[in-house]
């Protein structure tokens, strides 16, 4: 079984779209999170969940919203697509009050 | 910014151990130091953590130097599917935020 998965694994779309990805675990975690990893390849906090509640927000966009409908999902919208967007995104997951942070495989998003 | 030095990229014989040297000069005291990997293309894999004593699991041991300025992973024997980027990361436990810096590019050569 998947401890975390992500859909979709590709995301290919245009700027100005607005589009999600979803993210789930199955671990029982109470923590939940999302990175960004650019062209570059630095791996970037974004934002972490504690039971559905925002804890961290690493002054991304406010494009970005991320939704935590309940504590086993963390989903990332993103309105006005940009170029720049264009990266993967990880969601990961963990008990709160440790830092063995479990990671999903990962959407890789391209904007044209 | 990361908190961590590590070199750019390492290559080791497959069957040998690999050493992945990490410095923190500027840790404090309730900091830990924590490994992750990442093999192409996937997301990133814990490995290890610790505080001040020497740790040791199935994947790696952790040597940390008594004044906690450097940190030293240990596969003791490589193989191929250890070929990955290597993170040496520094935070305080329940931080909630890792911070990764470049790594180490670590090759294991057959």
């Known amino acids: 079984d998947t401890a975390v998965s992500q859909t979709p694994k590709y995301l290919v779309t245009q700027m100005g779209n607005d589009k999600s990805i979803k993210c789930e675990q199955n671990l029982g975690h109470d923590t939940m999170y999302w990175y960004k990893q650019d062209s570059k390849k630095f791996l970037k906090i974004m934002f972490s969940y504690n039971n559905k509640e925002l804890i961290i927000n690493e002054t991304v966009p406010n494009r970005f919203s991320p939704k935590s409908p309940d504590k086993a999902h963390l989903n990332l919208h993103i309105n006005s697509l940009e170029l720049g967007d264009s990266a993967v995104y990880f969601c990961a997951s963990s008990y709160r009050g440790f830092d063995e942070q479990f990671f999903g495989p990962g959407t890789r998003l391209t904007v044209l | 910014d990361a908190k961590t030095t590590q070199p750019p990229s390492m290559d080791c014989a497959e069957g040998r151990a690999a050493n992945l040297p990490c410095n923190h000069s500027?840790?404090?005291?309730?900091?830990?130091v924590y490994w992750y990997r990442q093999i192409h293309s996937q997301g990133p894999q814990y490995i290890i953590h610790g505080l001040k004593n020497n740790e040791t699991n199935e994947m790696a041991s952790l040597i940390i130097t008594e004044d906690r300025k450097s940190s030293t992973l240990i596969l003791p024997h490589a193989t191929l599917r250890d070929t990955a980027v290597y993170y040496c990361?520094?935070?305080?436990?329940?931080?909630?935020?890792?911070?990764f810096g470049q790594g180490t590019r670590l090759t294991i050569n057959p």
């Open positions: 990361i520094v935070s305080t436990q329940g931080a909630q935020k890792l911070v």
């Open positions: 500027t840790i404090s005291g309730n900091e830990y």
